[in-house]
């Protein structure tokens, strides 16, 4: 049973543009998000982060949107580039500490 | 300086035999993982252990054991090795457990032939 879900498993986007990727789960009692970034043969980094009293949280390039009501959230990157090619996870956590959950991964590919 | 090292990098090995992967963290960090990526691409937790807790996922056969000889080190031991355990297994960890921001080692890829 998955309880975060990344529908898309890749993504393709031209430099320059926006890349969303979208993540949605079914734990109510998740209330901290966040977004790895992984690249072949290394371990998953962490990109950002959102907690659920937030609905917005931006990094330079990298914004995550969270939707409680929809159980959902969204990173965004802009502007792409190509060094922004990897593997995203989304990742979620319960408020009482337990292990951290992580979806399937978006494979983006940002196209020169 | 890796902060979170493992190895091997790469294990073959053969079915029934027992294997260990090793994990040590420099980032004085409380918590340490072990997570596991199938061939699906999912990362499923294993093992949590912080300060001689050990936190099971229960879905981990008990073929499989972390053992801690210090906060710096979570090695992996896995017996009688079968071919589903070929993955690839990372070690994390964290000083913030309740946040979820984990630092990965670069996985070590167990294949079992």
């Known amino acids: 049973d998955q309880q975060v879900k990344q529908n898309s498993p890749s993504l393709s986007v031209q430099e320059g543009r926006i890349s969303i990727l979208n993540c949605d789960y079914t734990?109510?009692?998740?209330?901290?998000f966040l977004w790895y970034k992984k690249y072949p043969a290394e371990g998953p980094t962490f990109l950002i982060s959102i907690s659920s009293i937030k609905d917005k949280n931006e990094d330079g390039r990298f914004t995550v949107f969270l939707n409680k009501s929809a159980k959902h959230l969204s990173l965004h990157i802009v502007p792409s580039q190509p060094g922004d090619s990897a593997v995203y996870f989304c990742a979620a956590i319960d408020n009482a500490g337990n292990m951290l959950t992580f979806g399937g991964g978006t494979r983006l590919m940002v196209k020169p | 300086d890796t902060a979170v090292s493992q190895t091997p990098k790469y294990l073959v090995t053969q079915m029934g035999n027992d294997k260990s992967i090793k994990c040590e963290q420099n980032l004085g960090h409380d918590t340490m993982y072990w997570y596991k990526q199938d061939s699906k691409k999912f990362l499923k937790i294993m093992f949590s252990?912080?300060?001689?807790?050990?936190?099971i996922n229960e879905t981990v056969p008990n073929r499989f054991s972390p053992k801690s000889p210090d906060k710096a080190h979570l090695n992996l031991h896995i017996n009688s090795l079968e071919l589903g355990d070929s993955a690839v297994y990372f070690c994390?960890?964290?000083?913030?457990?309740?946040?979820?921001?984990?630092?990965f080692g670069e996985g070590s890829r167990l294949t079992v032939l």
């Open positions: 252990y912080n300060n001689k807790e050990l936190i």
């Open positions: 734990n109510s009692m998740f209330d901290y």
């Open positions: 994390a960890s964290t000083g913030e457990a309740n946040t979820g921001e984990l630092f």
